[in-house]
Every structure is written in C-alpha cells, then in structure tokens.
C-alpha cells in the first residue's frame, strides 16, 4: 500500500496551505499526519479515525490545523493556517487499519503504512 502527500510548498508566516494524502484507492481506519524538522525527530500532528467526526491534534496546531478526509475519494486532507516558521518540516501521512488509542496516536511504530513526505516551508 503506497500512502502519496502532497500540497507542500514555501509561505509566508500567517499564511495558508493545505496537505493531501491519498492511498492506493483505498482508506483506512486511522490516518495521522506526522512532521520532522530539520535536526530533530519526527512528531506527531495530528490523528482522524475512520468516520471523520473523530480528530485529534497536537498542542502546537490545536486550533491552527484542521484534519478532514473524504472517504468518497479517499483521501485525508491537513488544512494548515496561520502557518509559523516553526511549522516548517517534511510532513507525513501515515496510517493503520485498525484502532489506536488516544493516549497512542503520536506512537510512529504503531502506524503501518506512511508516505514519502512532502516539504512545508513557512518564511518569516
């Protein structure tokens, strides 16, 4: 299963993009978005579960992401606002069949599918 992000690019601080992540026509139970900024490990960003009425968030985006997906065309979406220049990093889209539990969702080991990653830029 190949998971495919897309939607990076460079912006100025305050602005707006938004992520893509697809998956081989298909859809899963739990997606998640991850990022890694350079020299430092990756981290969690955010978690939707399958009925998309579920989401979950990191302190440092609560409030500024917003995770949907549609399941028609299976796809999740992160739609990222008043980006800050500490929001720049690679972001990943990674998934599981199955459940995860709240407390868990930023656990990488537990997903079992990511994608290649695609580069957000925020300028100051």
């Known amino acids: 299963v190949q998971l495919q992000a897309s939607g990076g690019g460079l912006v100025q601080a305050g602005g707006s993009l938004r992520l893509s992540c697809a998956a081989s026509g298909r859809t899963f139970y739990t997606t998640a978005w991850f990022r890694q900024a350079p020299g430092k490990e990756r981290e969690w960003v955010s978690t939707?579960?399958?009925?998309?009425?579920?989401?979950y968030y990191a302190d440092s985006v609560k409030g500024r992401f917003t995770i949907s997906k549609d399941n028609a065309k299976k796809e999740v979406y992160l739609q990222m606002s008043s980006l800050k220049p500490e929001d720049t990093a690679v972001y990943y889209c990674?998934?599981?069949?199955?459940?995860?539990?709240?407390?868990?969702?930023?656990?990488?080991?537990?997903?079992?599918?990511w994608g290649q990653g695609t580069q957000v830029t925020v300028s100051s």
């Open positions: 990674a998934a599981k069949d199955g459940h995860i539990i709240v407390s868990a969702m930023n656990r990488e080991g537990l997903y079992d599918y």
């Open positions: 939707i579960r399958w009925s998309g009425s579920n989401t």
